[in-house]
Structures are given as C-alpha cells and as structure tokens.
C-alpha cells in the first residue's frame, strides 16, 4: 500500500486507513464471513493535521472513482452539488463520495445543526446504502455536525486526527527537511521541541520560511537562527517588523523584557528542568506579547505540580523585574490572569485548601463561598509570587547569564539554555 507512504507517522491511524482499504478491496472475504461492509469513514481533528492527505491515500490505494464536493465560495444551492457528487457516484458505482470539510456545508446564517445540507448528506447516504458507494468525510468539528448523520450505519468509522506526538513531529520534520540544505549548527531536536503541539501543516511552513529567510540572506544553508525567526514569526505570530527591530531601539525597554522573559524561563527550568524550548525580546507593541517565553512541559508532571509550576513560571515575568529594577513591572497583566486563574481553579474545583472552599459547580457556586475563595486565592498569589522571587534570587548567576545571553542573540533555543545551565550551579526548589 504504497500510497500510505505520504503519511508519515501516524503509525495507528495508517493501519486503521489500510484496514478500511483491504474492506474496500476484497469485499467478497467480508461477505462471505457474513459482515457487512462498512459504508463511511469521517476523519476529523483542527486544521492541517492531515486529514485531507490521508482521505486522499485511501482513495488514491483503493482506485476507485471518486467524486468530490467541496465548498470553496458561499454558494447559494450547494444542495444541488451534493445531490450531483451522490448521484455520480451511484452511477459509476463501485465509487466513492468524499466530502472534504464536511462541517463546512452549512449556510453560517443558520443558528442550528439540523442544517438542511446536513439532511441532505444524511438522505443521500441512506439512498446509497444498498449500492456500492462509500463515503469519506473530513472535517475539524463535530459538534457542527448534527448526532444523527454521525450514527453508526452512516459513519461507521470516525477517527480522531490528532497534532503529531513529538516521535512524529520529528519523522514529520525530518521527512521535510530532507530535500533541504541545512546548516551543521542546526539542532534538529531543539526545532522539534519549539514545534511541539503544532500541526502538520505549521511544521512545514516554518521549514519552508526558514529557508525562505536564508535565501534573502544568500546563504548556502539554512541556519538554525532561520529556523528560530520562522518559528517566532509563524507559530507565535510575531510581526517581521519586531523580528526586524533597529539596533538603536530603546535599550533600557529591551533590557526589561530580557529580566521578564528570563526570569519566565528559569523559574520554569528550575522547577521543570529541560521544558524551555525558546525565549526571546522579540514580542508584539501589546501588553500580552511584549517578549516570548515557550515550554513544552515534561509529560509525566502530575497534574496539581504542573498546575503549581505554571503558576509559578507565569509569576517569573513580574518577579525578575521587580527583583532587579525594585519597581512595578506593569507588563505582567496577562500573566498575573494567568497565575490568578490556575490557583482559583485548583482552590476551587481540586480543593487543595480543603473541603470548605470547593465548588462543584465550577463559576456557580454561592456569593459567600466565591468571596472565600477569593480571599484565599489573593493570598496564595502573594504566597507563590514571594517563592518565586527567591527561586530567582537563588539562582541569580543562572538569570543574569540568560539575560545578557538574550540581549546579544535576541532569541535563544533549549540548547542555549542547556549550555548556560552547564557553566553555573542550579539551586533546585521543592514545591
Ligand atoms: N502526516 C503527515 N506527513 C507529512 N505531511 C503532512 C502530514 N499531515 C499533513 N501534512 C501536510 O500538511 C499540510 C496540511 O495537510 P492537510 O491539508 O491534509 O490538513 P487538513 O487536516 O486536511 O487541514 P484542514 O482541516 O485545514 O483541511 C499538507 O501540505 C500536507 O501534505
Ligand atoms: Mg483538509
């Protein structure tokens, strides 16, 4: 099944694709154990995760003709094209109806799922039940979609497309950057870790852009600080003008957001060593993304500690600038939200101060129980913020050499930060 091959990773979601192949290929083996064969197979996950790709390998492995209705423009009868695509396929049966992006069929003016085009799809299917017509779907959310076409008997498989796991991040990454001239100071694991959590498509794009930024530069190879600036640019949504910022930029302002972004970054390593995956003073005008500070959590965190050290890291910002400069770091309101959010949550739904300020009903809970939970939550924020300040204090040799590593290099990767952890000594901290 050669076909596959264009997917890479996704090992279980390709045995799944070839089991639903082999069904389409050799139905007589199916009927004659007495199963029926299955009719439909919908694939559905956020955007660019590959399911386009992977409804296309099935179609192009079983070699059927297959007919396509897609919605690319608003269109004022799409009822028509469905009923088009079905009745073709009928026609040339056996063949397959692939509906690509299914849940956008629907006029957005109507307010709910019972949408007519998805009554259609749903009569064309049951039309079709007897013929020997399969249908594949793609789409990102099934809560578009109304329960009844999803039903067992129309759909008969629905498989989850998921982001790549890190394993397949790095197949995915490597698979593109094979055709690429890449520089020996690139780490490729590095990139990878920066990636983590993206989609197919967004991998792709940043591999493209970094050769895209090495090309302008004329380089013979791409440079692993392309690979930083695409990665800043298109997964963070940093602007070409911050990347691009002049020299003679007002140096004490960037000195700021060096001590904030740092002191984000080595609280998280302290508690959560080897999870910093970029740090940089390249961020938007706005208060939210003044610099960038990126983790990938380690996996195996139990749930409350990795809460714990999110709030922590989301106080780092604030903590270092107020620990150097001994004034108010006013750029910290996002993060500030951030931490307040997560210990209202743990006090309130995990009741990790006890029973006498847990809600069951999250955000519905009693006047007099929300005002506790507030109290309390205001004085663990001033708790977790004065841990955090000393985390820093602590490890000052660790915080001041990321600093002036980031006011020369403007961005730095997890390698930088490994080899500034290697040159001083870490003061670990039991939560
Ligand atoms: N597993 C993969 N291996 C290699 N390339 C992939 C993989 N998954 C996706 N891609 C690439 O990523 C890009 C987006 O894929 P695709 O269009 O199939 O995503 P999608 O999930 O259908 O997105 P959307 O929901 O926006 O329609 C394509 O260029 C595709 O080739
Ligand atoms: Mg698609």
Redesign the pocket.
């Known amino acids: 099944m050669a076909e596959f091959k ?5 090992s279980s979601i390709k045995k799944e694709l070839m089991q639903v192949a082999d069904v389409l290929l050799n139905k007589e083996y199916y009927e004659k154990l007495g199963v029926k064969v299955p009719k439909g197979l919908l ?1 559905h ?12 390998a099935l179609i192009d492995t079983v070699d059927l003709p297959y007919y396509i209705c897609r919605k690319n423009k608003p269109v004022s009868n799409f009822i028509y094209q469905i009923e088009k695509t079905f009745d073709e396929a009928s026609e040339n049966a056996p063949a397959i109806v692939y509906l ?2 299914m849940d956008k069929f629907a006029n957005t003016d109507n307010d709910h799922s019972d949408y007519e085009e998805f009554v259609a799809i749903q009569a064309y299917i049951d039309k079709v039940k007897n013929e020997d017509v399969f249908v594949i779907a ?1 789409a ?1 959310n099934l809560d578009n979609l109304p329960e009844s076409l999803l039903r067992a008997g129309r759909f008969d498989r629905i498989i989850e ?1 998921d982001t ?1 796991t890190q394993k ?1 991040a790095e197949e ?1 990454i490597g ?2 950057l094979s055709n690429k001239k890449i520089s020996s100071d690139c780490d490729i694991k590095a990139i990878t870790k920066i990636m983590n959590g993206n ?3 967004e ?2 794009t940043v591999i493209n852009e970094a050769g895209v930024y090495a090309g302008y530069e004329r380089c013979d190879s791409i440079k692993m600080e392309h690979f930083l600036k695409a990665a800043i640019r298109v997964l963070m949504h940093i602007p070409e003008s911050a990347i691009n910022r002049s020299e003679d930029e007002d140096t004490e302002q960037i000195r700021h957001i060096a001590y904030h972004e740092a002191g984000h970054a080595v609280v998280r390593e302290v508690l959560d060593p080897g999870s910093v995956t970029i740090v940089s003073t390249f961020g938007t005008s706005s208060i939210r993304n003044r610099g960038i500070m990126a983790c990938c959590p380690d996996k195996n965190l139990l749930y409350s500690r990795k809460r714990e050290i999110d709030i922590y890291t989301s106080l780092g910002g604030k903590a270092s600038v107020e620990n150097k400069f001994a004034t108010n770091d006013t750029g910290a309101v996002t993060d500030l939200k951030d931490a307040y959010f997560n210990i209202k949550d743990l006090i309130a739904t995990k009741a990790i101060n006890g029973f006498a300020l847990y809600s069951k009903m999250p955000g519905n809970c009693t006047e007099a129980l929300d005002e506790r939970q507030e109290i309390v939550a205001s004085a663990e924020m001033e708790r977790y913020y004065l841990k955090t300040r000393r985390i820093l204090i602590e490890n000052n040799e660790f915080l001041e050499k990321v600093v002036q590593a980031l006011m020369e290099k403007k961005i730095l990767c997890s390698v930088d930060i490994e080899r500034i952890k290697a040159s001083c000594e870490i003061v670990s901290f039991e939560l």
């Open positions: 264009d997917i890479i990773g996704y694939l996950g956020v955007p660019g995760v590959g399911k386009s790709l992977m409804a296309q690509d992006d793609t990102n497309v790549p397949d995915i698979h593109y989609s197919c498509a991998l792709e």
